[in-house]
Each structure stands twice: as structure tokens, then as C-alpha cells.
Antibody, heavy 122, light 106 residues
Framework: EVQLVESGGGLVKPGGSLRLSCAAS????????MNWVRQAPGKGLEWISF????????YYADSVKGRFTISRDNAKNSLYLQMDSLRAEDTALYYC???????????????WGQGALVTVSS | EIVLTQSPATLSLSPGERATLSCRAS??????LAWYQQKPGQAPRLLMY???NRATGIPARFSGSGSGTDFTLTISSLEPEDFAVYYC????????FGQGTKVEIK
């Protein structure tokens, strides 16, 4: 069974940093592209970052570019999101999502974790 | 950025009825459109991709159609577990989602 489990969420002050992790199991992680998608409370979905299987292709939404860094460790079957210079508008549930293709850019999201809640507030 | 507009915002139907959800793109996305279902407190679930392909394990009562800028998700006969929020998503450009359609029990 495919499982994606996010961790590392919490309460942080504006301007602060947080690192999210996503532990993958139930499938072969290394060939899969991965994404982070977030959802503000009571709102819709927003794709924020993509990483290809070998780290060669990395993309960000404009809303997080220059502040967030996506990375992965295939040996540990893990995906990460380093979030710096956090703002109130970054408050959201952050989902780790497997890409449904093996392409070098984001396609569709065929498996999702349950999310990690990030709250940015003073 | 490609904007996806979903209609209606809320659809009130009874179990057994047919549901028709619409998603319109601000520019052509060819057939690069997906649909997701999200229930309260749960992560989204992929239903359809590339407009008309059902994802793994999705029942045949779900179908998708469309191309270019106009797309439709149809649920032929609503089951109790189908009452949820549905989102469309395009991958023609950087991924964007529609604002969602809530299918509620009438």
C-alpha cells in the first residue's frame, strides 16, 4: 500500500523557518517525481513545488520561489520542504503528493499524504 | 497562469441522481485536465486524468469529457460516499486548480 506521511509542521512566527519531511513507503520511491501541494484553511489547492527523480528538475510556484527549497533523499525514501521567510499567507496544510508520471515536470498527483499543518502567526 | 473556473459552486442532489460538474479554463489546456475528490478531513483523491481516463480503482460511475477549455465530470448515479468537494487541475502549464464544486445531499 502506498503511504506518504508528512511531519514537521507547527506554529512559527512570521519570518521564521520550518522544515517538512515526507516519508514514502509501499512503492519504489527513487524513480518517482514528487510534489508539494498546500491548502489554506477552508480554501482550495495550490501546487507549490516539484522535484524529479534525480533532483535534476526542480520547480516552484511564484508564491514561494526564493523562500522554499524542495529536496529528496532516495536512500531514505524521503522528500523535504525547507521553508524560510515564512509569512502569514503561508499558513496551510502541506501535502506531499506523488506525481503520476515519470516526467521532468509536474503532471497529476496520484497519491497524497494526510498533510502537515503549518501556522504562521505572531 | 491558467485560471480554472468551476461551476456550480454547490450542487444539491439526492442519492441516485446524476451529477454534472463543469470546469472551464482561461486558455486551452488540450486534454491535460484531472479531477480530484476531497472529503472533509481527508487528502484529495485522483479520480480522472487527461480528461477522460479513470485513475486506479475509480468506479465506472465517474466519467470525464472535454478538451480545450471546457470539461465535464459526470457521476452517473450518486452514491452516499460521493458527496464531497471536487476539484479540477490542469497540467498544460504550471499546475493550477479550480476553486472546487461541493456536491451536497439535498
Amino acid at each position: 500500500e502506498v503511504q506518504l506521511v508528512e511531519s514537521g509542521g507547527g506554529l512559527v512566527k512570521p519570518g521564521g523557518s520550518l522544515r517538512l519531511s515526507c516519508a514514502a513507503s509501499g512503492f519504489t520511491f527513487s524513480p518517482c517525481s514528487m510534489n508539494w501541494v498546500r491548502q489554506a484553511p477552508g480554501k482550495g489547492l495550490e501546487w507549490i513545488s516539484f522535484i524529479s527523480s534525480t533532483n535534476n528538475y526542480i520547480y516552484y510556484a511564484d508564491s514561494v520561489k526564493g523562500r522554499f527549497t524542495i529536496s529528496r533523499d532516495n536512500a531514505k525514501n524521503s522528500l523535504y520542504l525547507q521553508m524560510d521567510s515564512l509569512r502569514a499567507e503561508d499558513t496551510a496544510l502541506y501535502y506531499c503528493a506523488r506525481d503520476g508520471s515519470y516526467a521532468n515536470y509536474p503532471h497529476y498527483f496520484d497519491y497524497w499524504g494526510q498533510g502537515a499543518l503549518v501556522t504562521v502567526s505572531s | 497562469e491558467i485560471v480554472l473556473t468551476q461551476s456550480p459552486a454547490t450542487l444539491s442532489l439526492s442519492p441516485g441522481e446524476r451529477a454534472t460538474l463543469s470546469c472551464r479554463a482561461s486558455q486551452s489546456v488540450s486534454r491535460y485536465l484531472a479531477w480530484y475528490q476531497q472529503k472533509p478531513g481527508q487528502a484529495p483523491r485522483l479520480l480522472m486524468y487527461d480528461a477522460s481516463n479513470r485513475a486506479t480503482g475509480i468506479p465506472a460511475r465517474f466519467s470525464g469529457s472535454g478538451s480545450g477549455t471546457d470539461f465535464t465530470l459526470t457521476i452517473s448515479s450518486l452514491e452516499p460516499e460521493d458527496f464531497a468537494v471536487y476539484y479540477c487541475q490542469q497540467r498544460s502549464n504550471w499546475p493550477t486548480f479550480g476553486q472546487g464544486t461541493k456536491v451536497e445531499i439535498k
